[in-house]
């Protein structure tokens, strides 16, 4: 590990505060107080290192990369409950289960030498057909159970959303019914980030294709906003993906395929349609309208998938509040422990040890409990600590969590999630996903203000950030949250470069592990942050509200975790 700030997490001037109080002069000890800023007054909680041992622990090889109901996440499980326990944690898991809440989840994985996709074309009375390179030219997902054939017409519906709120809708018009539809990943920009976000989830996507009867979906990945290169992509496609075992949670039911389409080989689907993927690629960077059309070819799919049953669990701890009124209402800090275990080499590396996503999440809530333990606070509510599994499935483990938690649905005020911060540079900018839409975004701004760190909503709406973190099931429920990330400064490419090359080369690599440079100073900032909002919500006496203008207040009145 290397550190890129290796000093003490006290401010030069609290340290020379410290010597100077020896003094007996009240005056010029009260002068020297009201000199120091503001943001600097309050005591360090955080040095790092201790942040940084757990991550060590959690992303060392032993682990194996914590795969969901793997015997790594099992062995992370562990060690988590004997630091809650040490912290003075109570469990708050299923009755019985101590700090665990089981969660049961079907695992499929493809059987690729019998599957198959191609493309064919009619010419006169003869089919011309174009088999496709699996892993190549594109994969088959399995978050979509397959048929194990289907054979449709392709047509291209843009970015394939309908958004009622904006009038927008990709499907007016065009006739998709017992066809595949072919989307460019992305939004226009007349949908805010979010919006658009919410309405590109499989639930929300599937149920306006479903109601038009088209069979499937063959996704034209944005160039503009790949985390991951194909090559990484294309290389652990045989990895097992998941679902929650229960019909409940089946919101892709009746969709016969979803595949992926490699951008460096996407241009084959336009031929003979009058459009280039080039023209597409294009627009779709500067988020402007797509032109909707049918394609030349029709697909050809056929499937095998293994499934098998497994389990894993969610963790619960509790760190009680003491208001009568308020003690059973609860501040929920959750982050997902899971990783997605061994797979294929990079480098030699078979083990993708999740340092940062999200070891380093799992690690702050570890050592926030630990915080409270060693400089107790008074809580009016209690905070949850909810480290939940099955993240990197498609956020499962807090779906399951937020449809069924083990306390009370509507005690449930707020949800602070943290997810891959990744402190690489010194904390000057916050992105805070979730600002505008309740005051959460408020408090999170004057805390961060306070500590000399600036604010900003989504930067980059294309990566579909919103939606690909566990505290979106909780606004699905109806409950205040957002999650924050460590950003670049504004003006400085050197640091937009760093935190490119981070996902380019680290992300959902074997090389997220403890061997890459960290800042420890900066996880201490921002655990202050993080800290500092939670006994903000525990001991405010208004609960935390939607702002009247969000999309998602919708679902504080009629879910289950509604205000």
Request: charged residues 25%; glycine residues 8%.
């Amino acid at each position: 590990m290397t550190s890129l700030q290796a000093a003490t997490c006290y401010p030069r001037n609290l340290l020379q505060l410290k010597n100077v109080m020896k003094i007996k002069s009240s005056t010029l000890l009260l002068a020297l107080l009201f000199a120091v800023p503001a943001a600097a007054q309050s005591p360090a909680h955080f040095d790092g290192q201790t942040w940084w041992s757990h991550v060590k622990v959690l992303a060392d090889d032993k682990l194996e990369g914590r795969d969901t109901g793997s015997r790594g996440e099992r062995a992370a499980q562990a060690y988590a409950v004997a630091q809650l326990q040490s912290a003075g944690a109570e469990p708050a898991g299923v009755n019985g289960n101590g700090f665990y809440q089981p969660v049961r989840f079907v695992s499929r994985e493809i059987v690729e030498k019998d599957c198959s996709l191609t493309l064919i074309r009619k010419n006169g009375d003869k089919d011309e057909r174009e088999p496709l390179t699996l892993g190549e030219d594109a994969i088959i997902s399995t978050r979509v159970m397959p048929a194990p054939e289907v054979e449709a017409p392709l047509v291209f519906v843009g970015y394939g959303l309908k958004v009622p709120e904006k009038n927008y809708d990709d499907f007016a018009g065009v006739d998709i019914r017992g066809k595949i539809v072919v989307i460019f990943s992305g939004s226009p920009s007349e949908i805010p980030g979010a919006l658009a976000s919410h309405y590109q989830t499989p639930a929300e996507r599937w149920k306006v294709l479903r109601a038009a009867g088209a069979l499937g979906m063959v996704f034209l990945i944005n160039p503009a906003s790949m985390d991951i290169p194909w090559s990484r992509i294309g290389l652990n496609r045989a990895h097992p993906s998941m679902e929650l075992d229960d019909p409940e949670f089946n919101e892709t039911e009746g969709a016969k395929l979803a595949a992926y389409v490699n951008p460096a080989h996407a241009e084959k689907f336009f031929a003979g349609s009058g459009h280039t993927f080039e023209e597409i690629a294009a627009l779709g960077k500067d988020r402007k309208p797509l032109p909707h059309f049918p394609l030349a070819f029709s697909l050809a799919a056929k499937t095998k998938v293994e499934v098998t049953k497994i389990e894993a669990a969610n963790l619960v701890a509790k760190l009680p509040g003491s208001d009568p009124a308020l003690k059973n209402e609860y501040v929920v800090l959750s982050a997902h422990l899971d990783h997605i275990g061994i797979g294929e080499p990079i480098n030699g590396d078979r083990i993708y040890n999740g340092a940062m996503d999200n070891g380093s999440g799992s690690a702050l809530v570890l050592d926030m409990a630990a915080s409270f333990k060693k400089n107790p606070e008074k809580l009016r509510r209690s905070i949850l600590l909810v480290l939940v599994t099955g993240e990197e499935k498609g956020l499962l483990g807090s779906k399951y969590f937020a449809a069924h938690p083990t306390v009370a649905p509507q005690s449930i005020a707020a949800d602070v999630n943290v997810d891959m911060f990744l402190p690489i540079v010194p904390l000057k900018v916050l992105t805070v996903l979730g600002l505008d839409d309740s005051d959460l975004g408020d408090r999170a701004r004057e805390i961060a203000q306070s500590q000399g760190v600036k604010v900003q909503p989504d930067p980059e709406p294309l990566r579909n950030l919103f939606i690909r973190s566990d505290q979106y099931n909780f606004i699905r429920h109806g409950v205040p949250s957002l999650v924050m990330g460590v950003a670049p400064e504004p003006g400085s490419p050197e640091q937009r470069k760093l935190f490119k090359d981070w996902l380019t080369q680290r992300y959902h690599a074997p090389s997220d592990d403890v061997n890459q440079p960290v800042n420890l100073a900066t996880a201490a900032k921002y655990e202050e942050i993080v800290r500092a909002l939670l006994l903000n919500i525990a001991n405010d006496g208004h609960r935390p509200q939607w702002k009247p203008d969000s999309f998602f207040r919708r679902y504080a009145g009629s879910a289950k975790l509604g205000q």
